[in-house]
């Protein structure tokens, strides 16, 4: 069965101190990794793609990577408007390439 | 461009009773997809689209329907409401090419069942 965990379920910093988001899957044929940002009362909000291990993308204060077994979120001197809940979410090769797997996310609180 | 619209934001139920969600997109979009999201669980696919016309069943399709007879709207459908359809339904969108499977979401409806 197609799994995807994130850790830690919470996440309180202070402002500029860094640290990472962690997304760990089991799936049968890994078709891309997705991070989104999902703000309280509103839909998800696409951040980053990842296809193969190894890949690394960035974004502002953000930086997604890839291995054969997680991703991670890199977050560099958050500010409070980096406060949200993180999602990831893999894409398998069930349902013709249509099956997304969701983690239950990362909610991050960023203190000034 | 609206993006992703989705009708009614709220809505509350009688056990038994039936609805329609609405999602419209305005991006031209190939697939769309219907979600629920409970607390600590994640978002579930329940339905998906590839195209007008086409329909297909996702994780968790039991107690719903859906229908895309045009390309821009893709409806999900409660026969008969039961408690444990409360949720936050999110409808999403996306295209082949560049930005591939890159969903697009739409604001969510809030769907509470007694």
């Known amino acids: 069965e197609d799994q995807v965990t994130q850790s830690p379920e919470a996440l309180r910093l202070q402002e500029g101190e860094s640290s990472s988001l962690n997304c760990s899957y089991t799936?049968?044929?890994?078709?891309?990794l997705f991070w989104y940002r999902q703000d309280p009362g509103k839909g998800p909000e696409f951040l980053f793609t990842?296809?193969?291990a190894g890949e690394e993308k960035e974004k502002e204060r953000l930086k997604a990577t890839l291995t054969k077994k997680e991703s991670f979120l890199h977050i560099t001197a958050p500010k409070p408007e980096d406060s949200a809940t993180y999602l990831c979410?893999?894409?398998?090769?069930?349902?013709?390439?249509?099956?997304?797997?969701f983690g239950p996310g990362t909610r991050l609180s960023v203190l000034p | 461009n609206a993006g992703v619209t989705q009708t009614p934001k709220f809505r509350v139920l009688k056990t038994g009773q039936s609805m329609t969600l609405l999602c419209a997109q305005d991006?031209?979009?190939?697939?769309m997809y219907w979600y629920r999201q409970d607390p600590g669980m994640g978002l579930r696919l329940i339905h998906y689209?590839?195209?007008?016309?086409?329909?297909a069943k996702g994780e968790v399709p039991d107690g719903y329907n859906v229908s895309r007879l045009k390309k821009q709207n893709f409806l999900l459908g409660l026969e008969s409401a039961a408690p444990s359809q409360t949720s936050v339904y999110f409808c999403?969108?996306?295209?082949?090419?560049?930005?591939?499977?890159?969903?697009?979401f739409g604001p969510g409806t809030r769907l509470t069942v007694t």
């Open positions: 999403a969108s996306t295209n082949g090419g560049a930005k591939i499977y890159e969903q697009y």
């Open positions: 689209s590839v195209g007008e016309g086409t329909t």
């Open positions: 799936v049968s044929g890994l078709r891309g």
């Open positions: 991006m031209n979009h190939e697939y």
């Open positions: 990842l296809y193969s």
């Open positions: 979410a893999v894409r398998t090769r069930d349902n013709y390439g249509q099956n997304f797997v």
